[in-house]
């Protein structure tokens, strides 16, 4: 008997026809005799719907507020499933985070996961239920709901699994595994069967959205162990392990799309100084004559009008591709040189832990990650034969 953590996001209980089948699903798992606890998103959509409430009556709404109002899109999807667990006659019973006592800190919107208790998680188990827990949602010190940031429910998954030392955290999702690149993007992307955690951090810090940056350092640094899987058909998934990820050429590329290039007339280190004020992440590189560009996601360009105090800006849609696992120097030259082939040009780029970003218009991203893809997973030759690690 093992314990597992079984992860649903909002497409795998988008209807309740997929929560019926998320139900036999965890059922499946519970019949071979395994205790599980099941974590779920928010239906599809709903979260977009409720932020979107939200920003009608305020662009930039209250922090604390907002996150009263998005928590409630996991408390529907508890319920339902447990309900449809306890018609097939299973014993299942929700629990939103408060209940379990998923505790955070004060940041709202972004919050992170300090201690998960586990008596009333043990207690529920050990009587035989299914624990069905609201992802996404916290609380701070002072009983204020918090929430994880946008994807967090797998982050909700892993410390739930690293507190209770389960035997694994399963993320279902609606693709089976990690892939060399998103693979809705680029046709020939390739699912992954293991991927090292330091290579999977990459990836989701530069956008592969299929797992939470959160939840790959936290599973990294609790050692859980964590696999990505299809909650639409059997298989294995993608195992994340310390093994070195088992690729010729790249590992993968990460695409980062949905971001908006503005230009301000401004220095570098006084934008940089006010974005950190007001808590906002951004790739800001100097323009000409003291002007500075500030690359930042489309959803955060409210808050960005708000902390560049109404000046001028210039706007440009932008996606940031990122390959994984680059170490030589040339392989600037040899992308920026095929990419040119295509007229395509690449605005900006920054290393970091063999890591090379590149920043481009946002209407070449289709062609240019099926470019740059191609060129170092699929044919990595063009790498002379030089171990690289992944795009992302
Ligand atoms: P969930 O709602 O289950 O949390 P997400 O939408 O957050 O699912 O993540 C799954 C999506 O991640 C996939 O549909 C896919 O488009 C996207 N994705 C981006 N990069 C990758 C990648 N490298 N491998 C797999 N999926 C990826
Ligand atoms: N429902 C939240 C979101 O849409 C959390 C999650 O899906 O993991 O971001
Ligand atoms: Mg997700």
Redesign the pocket.
Known sequence: MALLVQKF????VGSIERIEAVAERVIKARQQGHQIVVVV?AMAGDTNRLLGLARQIDEVPTQRELDVLLSAGEQVTIALLAMALNKRGFNAISLIADQVAIRTDNAFNNANIIQVETEKLETLLGEGNIVVVAGFQGRDSENNITTLGR?G??TTAVAIAGALKADECQIF???DG??S????VVADARRLPSIHFDDMTS?ARHG???LQLQSVEYANHHKVPLRVLSSFEDGEGTLVNFEPSNTEGAV?VA?KSQQVLTTVAQPLVAVQERLKLFGLAAWCYAGIDDSTYIVTASDDLARLKLALDKVEVAQEHVTTLSVIGVEQADVVEKIAATLAESSLAIYQQQWSARCLSLLIDGQDQQLAVSIIHKQFVVEPESLDNRRLLAV?
């Open positions: 996001g909002g497409t795998s998103s994807g429910s797998d999702t609606d693709v990690v892939y690149t998103d693979p809705r990836m592969a959205k299929v993968g695409i992302s």
